[in-house]
């Protein structure tokens, strides 16, 4: 059984605009298991530090499955990757 | 009973408007509607000389999977639907994009197709980086997926 007291590891692919902001296309952060996307949106924004033109994108971008986008209130997935979404632009 | 069909797909290989007029092909279809996004050498005034297109493959499938049976539900049950993205680096006039549709008459494969391509703009998760001209690059502004704040 999972123990939701411990952190687990979260791993976020990047995609687009993000892509000039880190030599590695992925992060990795450690968070709650009972966390929110709104509290892993706040702990990326940490990894950004003060990196002001990465964190106005991150205001704007979406954390999504490979099936769906999150909602801020949603419940971080267990064991899943995550991908960060900036505004899109396909066509 | 439904009789619809859907083909979505994202490649790194060079789109063929063929293959989805193909698809997009049945008796009772009596108009088949194509659209193909191009790779245009100006945007905002600034001169292009090509686009890299990113994507997230499986999402980018769902949704269109999901863009496709809003489309289908919308217009009948009896429409054929194809949508292709490419992604990677593409010059000038390549396609980036393939939307199809065909029905039974004109009105709902040019409504169909339209809604298909003007969806996919604002909800696919695929980005693109344009090359310019003078050497700059710079990834191109879209529209958000997020809801929040």
Redesign the interface.
Known sequence: MTDVSTPAEVRI?L???F??YTEDPELRIDIMHSATV?TLRSRVAELFGDDSAARELL???????????L??DDPVPNGSEL?L??????? | MSTTRIHVGTTANPLDPVEALEFCSAPGHGAVDLFI?RVRDINQGKAVRGVT????E??CR?VFQELAEETAAQWGDEITLCLI?RFGRLDIGEA??VAAASSRHRDEAFRACRQL?EE??????????EHYVDGDSE???????????
């Not at chain 1, 205001?59 to 986008?69: E, G, H, L, N, P």
């Not at chain 1, 979404?85 to 066509?91: A, K, Q, S, W, Y």
């Not at chain 2, 297109?53 to 997230?56: A, P, R, T």
């Not at chain 2, 996919?120 to 980086?129: E, G, Y």
Request: proline share 5%.
């Open positions: 692919k995609f687009g605009g892509r000039q709104s205001k704007v971008s979406a954390f999504a499955t490979d099936q769906r986008v909602d801020e991908s979404l900036p505004p899109v632009c396909g066509g | 996004g297109y990113d994507l997230h499986a999402l769902n993205h980036s994009v391509v996919m703009k604002h909800r696919a998760p695929i980005w693109k980086k990834w191109v502004q879209g529209h958000a997926l997020c809801s929040h704040g």
